[in-house]
């Protein structure tokens, strides 16, 4: 059952119309969406991980308010790259992408992506992939050629460059200095199926031996696992041209059904200092390398704090950002733990006065972050509405005996309620304890110190760390303890133990 409390329609941007438009799946309460996933022949960066966050987004969205959702992510596991890598580590290509879809699954469970409905690989659909192929030569939209490679005939499918904007004689235009190929009709046709090459690894099909072309696998793949039209299709906007718009006439073509996509959604490219991401610059930062130093609710708060279709730079500053964010909501958890784990209240008619306009507060907010959402996923105004929360929270708090009112606990419980599940839940933050949260954030602000030849740790976050390591200790727990007196040392605090207690100094 859909959610009751979604009262206005949902809008999203379609890339395809260009415009905010209603939400309307194909059936009322389900919603079928295709996210493209990474080509497996190295690790992830973080351009890649700030595409499957928003997917993650998508779906997150539609399930929390109810959607039965049907989601299909992809890895490709056959393309030039990956036979070139596997060639030059001396191993076969599937024993290659085995170990970096590994890998990547590694880094997408730190981030906190949910799993998707469906997994799917190139090489697990090629009889699907042949079969479609079929279809579109049947229906007289593609050609094979003397060598047994099949192209598309763009000139056939009338709606080609909707998506992308761009005309047949544009593209045309743009291929006018590449050395021409015989054996295609035109030079914006694209291949179906590749004979494969000497050395290539290859599959029979009734055209020739090879593999299939780099769009034709989530055509096959989509249509498999959610029909011949799906609601909605995300990728990055690198992906709209040439994969997306071909994806549409392949699909189009293979079954006559149109649009393939209702929704197409794109999130947008990601700059580093102000510079495009890429590996010749070499300013290319690895996923994992990341999510190992700030983990993963950093990386979900630096990536889902702007809108997705919002280009935006990465850089330090942007993570240091992130950090105070999210030390700001656990501090705020922080407090809400501790009043309604309080044993003792007592009633004060005017702090009892406060915390029901405090509840009023959470209503108002958890409307208002719904409202952002269904409006094409806007993140950032529904954090903008956790922390006018957090402000309304403290400035509750810091009223006279309004801790230790009854009243309190249950504004405390409705707090985190709000936080878990109306941010916790969609964008994956907020959703730890405290006590672990905080800890991490530490750790992370430490490393980013130390990265930059700073200790610059005040005098309160120094004796933090200290009654971290006394508890640690009283509990045995003597790994912890030394971790804490290393963090302390990476950043210049030397600290000292003796029968009187424990002393610090800056080094």
């Known amino acids: 059952m859909l959610d009751s409390m979604i009262q206005k329609p949902i809008f999203v941007t379609n890339t395809r119309t260009r415009k905010k438009e209603p939400f309307v799946p194909l059936t009322p309460g389900k919603v079928k969406m295709y996210s493209c996933g990474p080509t497996v022949y190295g690790f992830i960066h973080i351009g890649n991980l700030r595409a499957a966050l928003t997917a993650d987004l998508f779906f997150r969205f539609f399930k929390h308010f109810g959607y039965d959702v049907t989601y299909v992510r992809n890895y490709t596991d056959i393309d030039d790259k990956i036979i070139k890598r596997a060639n030059e580590e001396g191993i076969p290509h599937d024993q290659l992408t085995k170990k970096y879809i590994q890998e990547v699954e590694k880094d997408y469970a730190l981030a906190g992506l949910l799993e998707p409905t469906h997994k799917t690989l190139v090489t697990d659909h090629l009889p699907e992939i042949i079969s479609m192929i079929g279809s579109i030569l049947k229906n007289e939209k593609a050609y094979v050629a003397p060598d047994g490679e099949v192209f598309y005939d763009v000139r056939a499918f009338r709606e080609y460059g909707e998506l992308s904007g761009k005309t047949l004689e544009d593209l045309q235009a743009s291929q006018s200095r590449v050395e021409p190929n015989p054996n295609k009709h035109s030079s914006a046709d694209f291949s179906l199926w ?176 719904r409202e952002h959402y269904a409006n094409d996923l806007n993140t950032a105004g529904a954090l903008a509405e956790l922390f006018t929360l957090i402000r309304e929270w403290n400035r509750c708090l810091g009223h006279p005996n309004a801790a230790n009112t009854p009243a309190a606990i249950l504004a405390a419980n409705e707090f985190i309620k ?90």
């Not at 996923?287 to 704090?305: H, I, K, P, Q």
């Not at 959703?431 to 672990?436: D, H, I, K, L, P």
């Open 194 to 369: 590749k004979p494969a090459k000497p050395g290539e690894p290859k599959w029979p099909s009734p055209w020739s031996e090879g593999r299939p072309g780099w769009h034709i696998e989530c055509s096959a793949m989509a249509c498999k696992w959610l029909g011949p039209q799906m609601d909605l299709h995300h990728g990055g906007e690198d992906l709209i041209f040439p994969h997306h718009e071909n994806e549409i006439a392949q699909s189009e073509g293979a079954t006559g059904v149109h649009p393939y996509v209702r929704y197409w959604v794109h999130n947008a490219f990601l700059t580093f200092s102000s510079e495009k991401m890429s590996k010749s610059l070499g300013n290319v930062v690895s996923a994992r390398d990341f999510l190992s130093a700030y983990g993963g609710e950093v990386a979900r708060y630096v990536f889902l704090s702007v809108h997705y279709r919002a280009t935006f730079d990465f850089n330090p500053e942007t993570v240091d950002h992130a950090v105070q964010a999210l030390e700001r909501i656990y501090e705020a958890k922080q407090k809400a733990e501790e009043v309604r784990e309080k044993k003792i209240a007592r009633p004060d008619m005017n702090a009892e006065q406060v915390w029901g306009g405090f509840m009023i507060d959470c209503d108002r907010a958890r409307d208002a972050i």
């Open 418 to 507: 709000v936080l878990e599940e109306e941010i916790g839940s969609v964008i994956g933050i907020g959703r730890q304890s405290s006590a672990t949260a905080l800890k991490k954030l530490q750790e992370v602000r430490l490393l980013r110190q130390k990265n930059e030849g700073k200790a610059t740790l005040s005098d309160a976050e120094i004796e933090a760390f200290l009654q971290q390591r006394r508890d640690a200790r009283s509990a045995k727990n003597f790994k912890r303890s030394d971790e804490i007196r290393d963090l302390l040392a990476a950043s210049g605090i030397e600290i000292k133990d003796s029968p009187q207690g424990t002393t610090w100094t800056r080094k």
